[in-house]
């Protein structure tokens, strides 16, 4: 139950902290010269890929919570973890190459789809 709580919290704390960068006037991208603000960029991906570690983590876990374990028991955590941050690191890393132009979200999302489609089949 500690493990639900604590990425729920790290999910909802990377939401504010998102949103209140963005209402922020100075926190953006780039500087006065027009150049990229590495500083906030990232910090945006960070936050970013703390929240999608903790979504996929928490559904990873309640379902296995719902579908394997009884009402008093707990599943372990390191399997929705370790989907949770593959998939966090994942996201970090297309939006890294969206924003270099290396590749676009949808063609890299494909990428993506057809890979963990490969590695469930082969598994």
Do not use: C
Request: net charge positive; charged share 10%.
């Amino acid at each position: 139950m500690k493990y639900f709580w604590i990425q729920l919290i790290l999910g909802l704390l990377s939401v504010v902290f998102l949103y209140y960068f963005q209402t922020l006037d100075y926190f953006r991208p780039r500087d006065a010269e027009n150049f990229p603000n590495w500083y906030n960029i990232a910090t945006v991906l960070a936050l970013i890929g703390l929240f999608t570690e903790s979504l996929i983590s928490l559904i990873i876990y309640l379902l296995q919570k719902l579908m394997l374990f009884g009402r008093n028991e707990f599943p372990p955590a390191h399997n929705a973890l370790k989907w949770g941050v593959s998939a966090g690191l994942i996201v970090v890393a297309l939006l890294l190459l969206n924003i270099f132009h290396f590749l676009t979200l949808t063609w890299g999302l494909a990428i993506v789809a057809v890979v963990i489609l490969g590695i469930l089949i082969l598994k």
